[in-house]
């Protein structure tokens, strides 16, 4: 039992501590929070499209990616979405003022929750970045924070948040999979 755990742990820190940390439940209640709240602290998402599309790519990318790589974006990720409005003036919205407030208090935790596990220092690669900094250009920067384009991040932070759950979700299903391959257990008799 003792040469299992034993082999187990080094296993763990030598190829990849994220698959064998327990990150995964809190980070999961959290992303639910964040999701329940930045859909109900304001009225039903826009209509209107974003002038800076989607970038799926990058998440299809980062989907073939090592898991380490996956977390590293995850955070960054987070860091981005919570600068924006962090940073933004928000004087024209007409959201929930204390919902928007434990909306950013989440994301924040979120963060928090993925960095627990990481031995990481690495940072993000600078695709994802500039994603976010041509999206607060094209939108809030341009308009100066109008109610429109903070409804437009809204709605892209919602869209991201869905991505990133669903990110979290497979490196869980993989962090599984490999447990499942670690072998039978050694029996107790
Ligand atoms: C959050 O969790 C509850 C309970 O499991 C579930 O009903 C709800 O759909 C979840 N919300 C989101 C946004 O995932
Ligand atoms: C925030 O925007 C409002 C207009 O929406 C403006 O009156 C105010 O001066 C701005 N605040 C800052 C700190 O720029």
New binding site residues.
């Given amino acids: 039992m003792t040469t299992w755990t034993g082999l187990l742990f080094f296993l763990c820190s030598i190829l990849s501590p994220a698959l064998c940390c327990d990150w995964f439940s809190r980070y999961s209640h959290q992303s639910?929070i964040s999701?329940?709240l930045i859909?109900l602290m304001g009225g039903p998402m826009t209509d209107e499209e974003s002038p800076v599309s989607f970038p799926y790519k990058l998440y299809r990318r980062i989907r073939r990616a090592e898991v380490e790589t996956q977390l590293v974006f995850i955070r960054e990720s987070l860091k981005q979405i919570f600068e924006l409005y962090h940073y933004g003036n928000l004087s024209s919205v007409n959201w929930d003022t204390s919902k928007t407030h434990h909306f950013l208090q989440s994301i924040h935790r979120q963060k928090d929750d993925v960095s627990t596990c990481m031995l990481s220092t690495k940072t993000a690669n600078c695709r994802l970045k500039n994603y976010y900094r041509r999206l607060a250009k094209k939108t809030l920067y341009r308009t100066g924070f109008s109610t429109a384009s903070w409804e437009l991040i809204r709605k892209v932070t919602e869209q991201h948040l869905d991505q990133l759950d669903l990110l979290a979700n497979s490196i869980r299903a993989l962090a599984a999979a490999s447990r499942r391959r670690s072998g039978p257990r050694p029996q107790k008799d």
Avoid: D, E
Wanted: net charge positive.
């Fill in positions: 639910n999701l329940t859909r």
